[in-house]
């Protein structure tokens, strides 16, 4: 059993940044990777950035050379750096984390760009 928790998300201008947390409830070393989703209204859930617990990492398109992914296992907590923002970036995003096989899901936390 995992449990996830975002924080950090809130209100920004374009071009703006927040850094959004992930803190486990177990050591992040045991998950194989961890990641960062997020959902618009309307759209469907999509993946924005993961990190491997080789550290390897991966973006999507849309946020590439914008975000950052990383993860502090003294911490127990994944960070994802948000530079630039943008108003088509405002989702509620959710941590990720498989453990074992099984994928565990934050509550999100919701991020609005607007001015």
């Known amino acids: 059993q995992a449990q996830l928790v975002e924080s950090g998300g809130g209100l920004v201008q374009p071009g703006e940044f927040l850094r959004l947390s992930c803190a486990a409830s177990?050591?992040?070393?045991?998950?194989?990777?961890m990641g960062w989703y997020r959902q618009a209204p309307g759209k469907d859930r999509e993946l924005v950035a993961a990190?491997?617990?080789?550290?390897?990492?991966t973006y999507s398109d849309s946020v590439k050379g914008r975000f950052a992914i990383s993860r502090d296992n003294a911490k127990n907590t994944v960070y994802l750096q948000m530079n630039s923002l943008k108003p088509e970036d405002t989702a509620v995003y959710y941590c990720?984390?498989?453990?074992?096989?099984?994928?565990?899901w934050g509550r999100g936390t919701q991020v609005t760009v607007s001015s």
């Open positions: 990720h984390g498989v453990y074992r096989t099984i994928n565990y």
């Open positions: 990190i491997h617990s080789s550290g390897s990492t």
């Open positions: 177990r050591s992040i070393t045991n998950f194989g990777l």
